[in-house]
């Protein structure tokens, strides 16, 4: 049985960071990719980074390039989404998921496998 359990969330102030983490266990890793998506309210899901488990370039958002990093620990089965210069409308709950190694990261529909998400918001 697959798990993706997400941590790190809150409230931080805006130019702030934080890190989410997300634990992952019931998956050959090798054949997975994973990402993070967020879900705004009132709005629909996005695609916020992805990269393939076992390495190479990760994908990103335009909205988060250059402020977001997406990294995982293979040997802690641990993916995680380094965010900083955070801003008002970064606020919402974001999801890790897992999908097929080879699948479009930037695509929401691909991902099999979804924590229960973690709420983000960035406020004064």
């Known amino acids: 049985q697959v798990h993706m359990v997400e941590s790190g969330g809150g409230l931080v102030q805006p130019g702030g960071s934080l890190r989410l983490s997300c634990a992952a266990s019931?998956?050959?890793?090798?054949?997975?990719?994973v990402g993070w998506i967020r879900q705004a309210p009132g709005k629909e899901r996005e695609f916020v980074a992805g990269?393939?488990?076992?390495?190479?370039?990760?994908y990103y958002a335009d909205s988060v390039k250059g402020r977001f990093t997406i990294s995982r620990d293979k040997d802690k089965n641990t993916v995680f989404l380094q965010m900083n210069s955070l801003n008002p409308e970064d606020t919402a709950v974001y999801y890790c998921?897992?999908?097929?190694?080879?699948?479009?990261?930037?695509?929401?529909?691909?991902?099999?496998?979804w924590g229960q998400g973690t709420q983000v918001t960035v406020s004064s």
């Open positions: 990269m393939s488990w076992s390495g190479g370039s990760p």
């Open positions: 998921a897992a999908a097929r190694y080879g699948s479009t990261y930037t695509n929401i529909r691909a991902y099999e496998y």
């Open positions: 019931g998956l050959t890793f090798s054949t997975y990719g």
